[in-house]
């Protein structure tokens, strides 16, 4: 179907966004990763259609690949499901496969939804998704920091990952391969003190290697219950 673009796009200072729900301040070099390095001079604002408050604290990412098995889906939706109930915001990428999954449950269960994309709020990607991000910017909350216009690139994608870390508690990681862009939100979630959860099912897998960068890491927890991030939100 074809995307009709919000009429009422707004921006706000990610830094204001961050201080109002208790981030801690970035340094340049983080805003640069997420901005761009190569516009030093580009405004650290993002661009967003809908409801901010939806970013109130708490708030988790549920994030994986974009080819989802039957099991990685639903327990995308249980997760999304759950977290809603707890009165937690699901906060996901709009991509198909988990974010979907999570987007969608989360919607279903009467939950709060902010979708972080990797385009211009003006376009929709992917197409399939058209109607979901429509439903989003009129009803939850849409996020991009790329204004209208500008071109997409494949940088753009790790740069959103990195935005859906920042202006999350905690990311979940559902199902992802050795090679997945969600391993940047990964690495943001270290490098910010954020929460990570990786799925028991990624790291029981044998044929994945990189759950064993990020173990070690003292805010990395092997997700195996819901009340494994409902218990540390509040730490």
């Known amino acids: ?17 961050l201080a109002s729900r ?6 340049t070099k983080q805003l640069d990763l997420m901005f761009g390095s190569a516009e030093p001079d580009r405004s650290k604002d993002i661009f967003y259609s809908g409801n901010l ?16 098995s039957p099991e990685g889906a639903a327990r995308a939706r249980k997760l999304a499901r759950g977290l809603t109930a707890a009165g937690v915001a699901v906060v996901s990428g709009l991509a198909e496969g988990v974010d979907t999954e999570a987007l969608t449950a989360a919607i279903g269960s009467g939950g709060r939804v902010a979708a972080v994309i990797g385009t211009p709020i003006n376009k929709a990607y992917p197409a399939i998704n058209a109607a979901l991000q429509e439903q989003i910017y009129r009803d939850h909350l849409l996020i991009s920091q790329f204004p209208a216009g500008a071109r997409t690139f494949k940088s753009n994608f790790p740069e959103r990952n990195r935005l859906m870390a920042a202006v999350s508690d905690a990311t979940v990681v559902i199902e992802a391969s050795d090679s997945s862009g969600t391993l ?4 943001e979630c270290q490098r910010l003190g954020r929460w990570l959860f990786i799925a028991k099912s990624v790291v029981e897998n044998p044929r994945l290697t990189w759950p064993e960068r990020f173990l070690p890491y003292e805010k990395c927890v092997v997700l195996e219950r819901i009340e494994d991030v409902l218990d540390r939100l509040n730490k």
Do not use: C, W
């Open 53 to 68: 408050d939806f970013l109130t604290a708490p708030a988790v990412a549920i994030v994986g690949t974009r080819k989802v």
């Open 22 to 27: 208790g981030g801690a301040p970035f340094e």
């Open 1 to 17: 179907m074809s995307y009709k673009p919000p009429e009422d796009v707004k921006r706000a200072n990610l830094a204001d966004i």
């Open 184 to 187: 940047h939100q990964s690495a």
